[in-house]
């Protein structure tokens, strides 16, 4: 069985972290802006990044880095994203690189970098090389620092950990901070997942698992449809829980699937300025790649999510969308409910009262249920609404940042 | 030379319009919601509709009416799309084609019925056949109520005419209403475009025509993304500038293509609670679908339109929409600028200063810049900003109107 235990990326045995304030985000300011992860002892990991064919110097950098040797640290800043940043950017991510290894006498190789915020300007590098020195004399087994420092447009630090004892009666523990908030889209957003495990791992599956809990996950889940430059999920397993190297695969798959669930929703629900949680649930596709096409028209058409925004039962612009989403599609075949409620059966409206499904559309969660009838495939999306307030927090951010600097 | 003349529609020798007040939009309301456009003489035309797999009656009638004969006139009404309303939708559509064709002395295909508002809605068609038998006794050469009774959330009423004459000094005239607002989008979104001409033509010659003229305008531009299911360009051509068929092509091209682009871009103008309308250029692309791909990901992204919103020269969002269309591109060549003014130069910032690129976004129209510099192909896009007031505007559509019907 798996149980949700207290703390994030330090939950599983042999883990530390530190957080600093660099003032990368504003100078002067004393936001926590820098986080140091690391394992007591050498491991195996995994990596996901951006498939944005811009790609933020750190992501270049730690790409190449984990093909030579397995992620044992990570350093990681909020409020400048490096990308866009030239070679001054790529020697800005390996001077982070080489500060936190050499600070935690660590291979370079083994540190991975990762930045988030904003796109474009340069890092103030001679302010965060101290911070990641100085944060590294004060790692401890605590990590809501860290889950603090990673947040840009967040409102929450967002953890999340998980144990489970296996059959041969080992306690198995996985954990992990994540930020997420603006550009949120499949096929990772600007979104950070770090997950640290004690399980007892090979690199060839510790892989593999990370990409089957990433696709039931942060790829399925889209606040605004856009993909970031510099998305990143780590997963590093150390070992320490002392289980027979890969063993009980599903009960660890369980877990890291649940822990990355967990954080996916999480970052929907603090997206920017969203107030709803709604899963697109779409069956009856003919294909996966129909039942997934339709379920992001339909989670990133902005007239939708104006409508789930406005509480607003509005099954035609969900049907519309359905339209243009390029799937196979026999338009009297299509049904359409709120949280099992029916509006539209076989392409037209349902007699269900209106002021039931607008009941629906009123809760903080609801699912839109959606069933083609063409065939038997599925996918679910997780997505929100679309603020008046989304846009107005999003309207200036450029200049704004420029001038602070 | 090609003079913009007055009126629309019936700017064209031989065309006359009425419209009618039937309470489509709200019972009982007096807004004028029905529209009827008629040639004198027998005419060819071409007609292009919605891509979207839903489509509502009206359109899946006037394309097989078309098929059989040549559209001599319109009947449109506004505030029900007629959409994902079955048999009985159908049914409704036919009902308008016939009382129209009634009351005209027509044959029912040569009558094209058009109809845009709310999906999913049955019409009122008991007070929509009475409204067109008695707007066809008051059909006048004047068109400015017809431009009007086919707006939805339109806040001004749109219609272009122009003249030019031939080498053989005949005049020709083409004229045209048009409705937009909402859903603008790519291959035809919730907009109607009524189009005619005394221009003699051969059915080939006008269809071939109007397609040229719809790819450089309607489908050139985007509001938010979204594709309607009712979508409509209709263009009746009747002969009476008594030319030879077919003669003077080009001008009679160019004099099409002017009154389509200037509607298009008054419908972006006019789109919902817009405040900007933004030419996104695209040059320097590998093929045309590269340059088209990228316009419409960095002209269709939430985050990039909130900047325009804004006024925020935010170059780093619209290089990360670049990076994820899915073109071929090289980071490192990309020049993004503002109205000409460089904000980013081979994939770094420009050494413009941020007053300069400022003072550009404050305009109300302002062109985006983008050479991909990785071959010759380009696209231009007609796009517009994202605003607070648009999501507060599109929050509640379908509860309202079941309410006040």
Known sequence: MITKIKG??????????????????EKGADRLDLALICSDVPTVGAAVFT???????????SSKSIKKTAPRAIVANSGNANACTGEVGMEHAKAMQQAAATALSLGKDEVQVCSTGIIGLPMPIERILPGIEEAATRMKTTDAAVAKAIMTSDTK??????EYQDSAGITVRVGAIAKGAGMINPNMATMLCFVTTDYAASEAYINEATQTAVNQSFNCISVDGDMSTNDTVIVMANGLAGNRKDSGKTLFQEALNEVMLVLAKKMVSD???VTKLVEVKVAGAASQADAEIVARAVGNSKLVKCSWNGEDPNWGRIIHAIGYAGAKIKEDKIDIGFSGLPACVGGLTADTPLAKLASVVKKKTFSVDIDLNVGSESFTLYTADLSPEYVDFNREEYALTRRKL
């Open 157 to 162: 630090p967002k953890s999340h950990a998980v």
């Open 51 to 61: 498939k944005n064919k811009v790609k933020a110097a750190p992501v270049q950098l």
């Open 8 to 25: 994030g990326v330090c939950a599983p045995q042999g883990f530390q972290s530190a957080a600093a304030s660099c003032g990368i985000k």
């Open 271 to 273: 997206g920017e300025r």
